[in-house]
Antibody
Framework: EVQLLESGGGLVRRGGSLRLSCAAS????????MSWVRQAPGKGLEWVSGISGAGGAIYYADSVKGRFIISRDTSTNTLYLEMYSLRAEDTAVYYCSREGGYGDSYHFDYWGQGTMVTVSS | DIVMTQSPDSLAVSLGERATINCKCSQSVLYSSNSKNYLAWYQQKAGQPPRLLIY???TRESGVPDRFSGSGSGTDFTLTISSLQAEDVAIYYC??????????FGQGTKVEIK
């Protein structure tokens, strides 16, 4: 059974930093691209960042480029999101998601339960 | 970025009636070399993560009831719930994954019972 479990969220001051983790299980982690998607309170879904299965291709939304770093550790089957220079508008639930295939661009077939990040001013 | 625009923002439908949600992309998400539309639909119930319903514009995910169907090509797509059930109350999102570098979502459509 595919499982994605996020952790690392919390309350952080504006300008601070935080590292999110997503522990993956139930599939061959290195085969699948992964993404982070966030949802501000009462708002819609926003794709934040994605990384290919081997980690060689990395993408960011313009809203986080230069402030967030996505990475993955295939030895521990863990996806990370390092967040720096946090702003109030980064306040959101952050979801880890798996792409539904490899070798191409895919939809997100599995999602974690999310971890809440709150940036205080 | 490809901008995704859903309509309507919300709709109320009687139990057993049809619900239709539209999604328009600012540019085509049809990849000519494989004739696939890189478009997915998700359902999000209150307090839960999104759930994949439809991918490649019209392929139903395993376990999704057949009252959910997707159609369209290029820039215009539709999600149809043929006979609305109480458990279908949720927000529905379309998403394009045509671009590896930016996989944008629509703003969401809230479906309620009339």
């Amino acid at each position: 059974e595919v499982q994605l479990l996020e952790s690392g969220g919390g309350l952080v001051r504006r300008g601070g930093s935080l590292r999110l983790s997503c522990a993956a299980s139930g599939f061959i982690f290195s085969t699948y691209a992964m993404s982070w998607v966030r949802q501000a309170p009462g708002k819609g879904l926003e794709w934040v960042s994605g990384i290919s299965g081997a980690g060689g291709a990395i993408y960011y939304a313009d809203s986080v480029k230069g402030r967030f770093i996505i990475s993955r550790d295939t030895s521990t089957n863990t996806l990370y999101l390092e967040m720096y220079s946090l702003r109030a508008e980064d306040t959101a639930v952050y979801y880890c998601s798996r792409e539904g295939g490899y070798g191409d661009s895919y939809h997100f077939d599995y999602w974690g339960q999310g971890t809440m990040v709150t940036v205080s001013s | 970025d490809i901008v995704m625009t859903q309509s309507p923002d919300s709709l109320a439908v009687s139990l057993g009636e049809r619900a239709t949600i539209n999604c328009k992309c600012s540019q085509s998400v049809l990849y000519s070399s494989n004739s696939k539309n890189y478009l997915a639909w998700y359902q999000q119930k209150a307090g839960q993560p999104p759930r994949l319903l439809i991918y490649w514009a019209s392929t139903r995910e395993s376990g999704v009831p057949d009252r959910f169907s997707g159609s369209g090509s290029g820039t215009d797509f539709t999600l149809t719930i043929s006979s609305l059930q109480a458990e279908d109350v949720a927000i529905y999102y379309c998403q394009q994954y045509y671009r590896h570098s930016s996989k944008t979502f629509g703003q969401g459509t809230k479906v309620e019972i009339k």
